[in-house]
């Protein structure tokens, strides 16, 4: 059974840095795309990032772009996504999610099939 534990949320002002975390407890980690998705109250799941099964290839929503990086660790079968710059709207609950020989480009939550409890995200104006 897959388990994806986030962590490194936090409160932080604006302008300041998280980096999460997402530890998954998956034979052949390195078959399995990861992605990241947020939800802020009242918003639907939102696609932050995504990362391919083989690593070469990642893909970011465009209110990221160029402040968040995700990147991954087989070895310890952990993704990360560092979020620099952060803003206020970028609060949010923010889950990991896996599929297996899944792409970068799949932004639809349905597209995914396992999901961690998520991981606080506060930014303070």
């Known amino acids: 059974q897959v388990q994806l534990v986030e962590s490194g949320g936090g409160l932080v002002q604006a302008g300041g840095s998280l980096r999460l975390s997402c530890e998954a407890s998956i034979r052949m980690f390195h078959t399995y795309a990861v992605g990241w998705f947020r939800q802020a109250p009242g918003n639907e799941r939102e696609f932050v990032a995504g990362i391919r099964w083989s690593g070469g290839f990642t893909n970011y929503v465009d209110s990221v772009k160029g402040r968040f990086a995700i990147s991954r660790d087989n070895a310890k079968n952990t993704v990360y996504l560092q979020m620099n710059s952060l803003k206020p709207e970028d609060t949010g609950v923010y889950y990991c999610?896996?599929?297996?020989?899944?792409?970068?480009?799949?932004?639809?939550?349905?597209?995914?099939?396992?999901w961690g409890l998520g991981t606080q995200v506060t930014v303070s104006s």
């Open positions: 999610t896996t599929k297996q020989w899944g792409l970068e480009l799949e932004t639809k939550s349905t597209e995914w099939h396992n």
